[in-house]
């Protein structure tokens, strides 16, 4: 059975930096896109960053491209993302998914992370 575990989250202050991780089992990480979403309190899910089986392609919403950056260690069944210049806006659970798809078509999800960025 799949197991997605993010880790990482945190409080951090306007501008402050975080590293989430995704480990996973109980399936070929490599054979999968890996991606990042979040959910704010009140909003729907929306994707923040993708990353493709090889790591040779990836994805970024418009709202994070230059400060996230997104990455994965087939190896060690691993994804990462890298928050930098971290804002308010930015406060939400964020999930970590296996899909078909760089922003859709997602088969397995972690229990997500809690970030929170105050001002």
């Known amino acids: 059975q799949v197991q997605l575990v993010e880790s990482g989250g945190g409080s951090v202050q306007d501008g402050g930096s975080l590293r989430l991780s995704c480990g996973v089992s109980?399936?070929?990480?490599?054979?999968?896109?890996m991606g990042w979403f979040r959910q704010a309190p009140g909003k729907e899910r929306e994707f923040v960053a993708a990353?493709?089986?090889?790591?040779?392609?990836?994805a970024y919403a418009d709202s994070v491209k230059g400060r996230f950056t997104i990455s994965r260690d087939n190896a060690k069944n691993t994804g990462y993302l890298q928050m930098n210049s971290l804002k308010p806006e930015d406060t939400a659970v964020y999930y970590c998914?296996?899909?078909?798809?760089?922003?859709?078509?997602?088969?397995?999800w972690g229990q997500g992370t809690q970030v929170t960025v105050s001002s």
């Open positions: 109980g399936r070929t990480f490599s054979s999968y896109t």
């Open positions: 990353i493709s089986r090889s790591g040779s392609t990836t």
């Open positions: 998914g296996l899909g078909l798809l760089l922003r859709t078509s997602y088969v397995s």
